[in-house]
């Protein structure tokens, strides 16, 4: 059964419909890499539903004006204060640093396996989204089974980049749930 309610409880953009979607492809994951978890909304739908491990990728780095958004505190300690009982169990493994710096760690902890599910919700930038999916390409060249390539923020207006790179990268193959963008790769 699928619950979000603890994840709506946490301030963020996803609406509940991806929040649903998050945790639906979370129960058919066991090994998922969140690119960009920031105060962990996100991350508390994929925790909250996934059997297995959920990699937190993000630098955590306070964000200017986020007050105006409800936000009090962009960093770490939200974060933990959100899914502190998953980082205590182990079922999220929180790495605070950029997804290229993680990729090292990733594959050793991973050994030489991939992530069922990989989601990018970190820089929006067209650079950034470009650099973040090959390497999330690269991540999931061992995987033996159909893994799943997902992002959020698609036709965003304030995130324009996020829609080109998906559109030159995958073209008509991605689907779509509100503004999650996703690939299956064999």
């Not at 979000?4 to 609406?15: F, P, V, Y």
Request: with cysteine; aromatic share 10%.
């Amino acid at each position: 059964m699928i619950d979000i309610t603890r994840a709506t409880a946490i301030l963020g953009w996803m609406s509940d419909r991806e929040l649903a979607w998050l945790a639906d492809r979370a129960r058919q994951s066991r090994c998922i890499v969140e690119i960009g978890s920031y105060q962990g909304r996100s991350t508390r739908a994929l925790a909250d539903h996934t059997s297995g491990v959920v990699y937190a990728v993000d630098p955590w780095i306070p964000q200017p004006n986020m007050g105006e958004y409800g936000f009090t505190d962009t960093t770490y300690p939200s974060f933990e204060a959100h899914l502190g009982d998953h980082l205590a169990t182990g079922r999220v493994r929180a790495m605070p640093t950029t997804f290229e710096a993680a990729l090292a760690d990733l594959r050793r902890e991973l050994r030489g396996s991939a992530p069922d599910l990989i989601f990018i919700d970190g820089d929006h930038e067209g650079a950034s989204v470009w650099r973040d999916i090959d390497l999330a390409l690269e991540l999931l060249m061992v995987a033996e089974a159909p893994a799943v390539l997902a992002g959020h923020d698609y036709g965003s207006e304030w995130w324009p980049d996020v829609k080109t790179v998906v559109d030159r990268r995958f073209g008509s193959v991605a689907q779509f749930c509100d503004s999650i963008w996703w690939v299956t790769l064999p």
